[in-house]
């Protein structure tokens, strides 16, 4: 593998430092687009039920994720996180993150990947995130469904 692409740079020299060094700025963002999860993590208080049409419907609009965007991208952000409970469960989460990226914003998700279908797949192959961080609650199904409280999770996050 060719790794001379890869370089140490230690921050107070690198090119971003410079633009941000003298300026309080904003650098990045979280967005928690909903409080459902299809798991029931033992250490999670973010995890509604996902059916849970109540929690739904609370659930911060893509209007209104829109304008923190913009208010964030103008306040000098770079990047941002897509979070829950667990995104995948928002039907518009390819809208908002498309709009996200055409703001010119780096965006990483956090899911559980229990969720993730060849459309997802393909959807990141063509839009690629700065990185996609999948939660591991363990390496044999015991563990993992100890944790999760749900039947069936690890062989769906194995899938996914």
Same mark, same amino acid.
């Given at each position: ?12 020299? *690198? ?34 039920? *996902? ?20 208010? *964030?991208? @103008? ?8 979070? @829950? ?35 997802? *797949? ?15 609650? @363990? ?22």
């Amino acid at each position: 593998m060719k790794t001379d692409f890869i370089k140490f740079i230690p921050l107070p020299k *690198a090119s971003l430092w410079n633009k941000m060094k003298n300026s309080r700025r904003l650098v990045s963002f979280d967005l928690e687009i909903t409080p459902r999860c299809n798991n029931n993590c033992r250490h999670c208080y973010i995890n509604l039920p *996902a059916d849970d049409k109540n929690a739904e419907s609370k659930e911060i609009s893509f209007k209104d994720i829109k304008k923190i965007a913009d208010q *964030a991208v @103008g306040l000098g952000a770079l990047w941002c996180l897509i979070t @829950g409970g667990e995104p995948l469960l928002r039907k518009d989460l390819f809208d908002i993150y498309l709009y996200l990226k055409k703001r010119g914003l780096l965006v990483s998700v956090f899911t559980n990947a229990t969720l993730i279908t060849k459309v997802h *797949a393909d959807f990141f192959k063509r839009y690629p995130p700065r990185d996609i961080e999948i939660t591991v609650y @363990g390496v044999t199904k015991d563990t993992y469904e100890k944790v999760t409280r749900r039947h069936g999770s690890f062989d769906e996050f194995i899938r996914g």
